[in-house]
């Protein structure tokens, strides 16, 4: 049992070395605040898409974080508090479903990044850290990105590549999970805490048999709408 043990803790200790490879060759020439940028909810046909963004010690090293799809929900959820506890600072960019209505889903995440970038340079002034922004940005296939001027780099599957992009994927999908189980209280009857307002056989049920509620997106849900 001991050795098994010692094989999966190497196995993991192997993996996150691997994750933070991308990480460390931007360490390694002198940028110390990397800002890992990620999403949740792009594809959902109510609620909102979330954006978070993190910077991590350069020495953190947390099992366990990886592309939170990856991530079962409880050890997500268990990973969100060690990440908050560890990062230099964080920000959340939150644009619910009628603004994605008015400028699109793609035009909304961008904006969320650009808030989620707002929210973290205001977390690191006011938690103390003694930085004011990052000196780069690792994101998750986003390119044409309002940064402010912070240099940044798209990684595609960044999630899956980058230790800071991976940890910064888990704050947003812990934190549009902990909105979607708020409003399942409001509209139980479309089961938002189960499938977290995604396009499901029993979501698209509901919607046929109730009709839709202000959470929904409506450019999303037209094909289901009875005329």
């Known amino acids: 049992m001991q050795g098994k043990r010692l094989i999966m803790k190497e196995k993991e200790e192997a993996r996150l070395n691997e994750l933070k490879k991308i990480d460390r060759e931007f360490y390694a020439k002198g940028l110390k605040l990397i800002a890992g940028i990620d999403e949740a909810g792009r594809g959902p046909l109510a609620g909102p898409v979330v954006v978070a963004s993190v910077i991590m010690p350069e020495n953190s090293f947390i099992e366990g974080i990886n592309d939170s799809k990856?991530?079962?929900?409880?050890?997500?959820?268990k990973l969100y508090g060690l990440i908050l506890e560890e990062a230099i600072g964080y920000g959340v960019g939150i644009i619910d479903q009628k603004e994605i209505d008015e400028i699109n889903i793609l035009n909304a995440t961008k904006e969320g990044l650009t808030r989620s970038i707002k929210e973290?340079?205001?977390?690191?002034?006011?938690?103390?850290?003694?930085?004011?922004?990052?000196?780069?940005?690792?994101?998750?296939?986003l390119t044409k990105i309002d940064t402010?001027?912070?240099?940044?780099k798209s990684i595609i599957h960044g999630d899956a590549l980058s230790y800071s992009i991976a940890a910064a994927s888990i704050i947003a999908k812990v934190t549009r999970d902990r909105i979607m189980r708020q409003w399942d209280e409001v509209y139980p009857q479309y089961g938002f805490a189960k499938h977290k307002g995604y396009g499901t056989a029993s979501h698209i049920q509901a919607i046929k048999e109730y009709g839709i509620c202000p959470l929904h997106r409506l450019s999303f849900v037209k094909n289901f709408i009875k005329e």
């Open 70 to 77: 990856k991530v079962s929900e409880k050890k997500r959820e």
């Open 120 to 141: 973290l340079e205001k977390n690191l002034k006011e938690n103390g850290s003694g930085y004011e922004k990052p000196d780069v940005i690792f994101v998750d296939a």
């Open 148 to 152: 402010d001027s912070i240099p940044y």
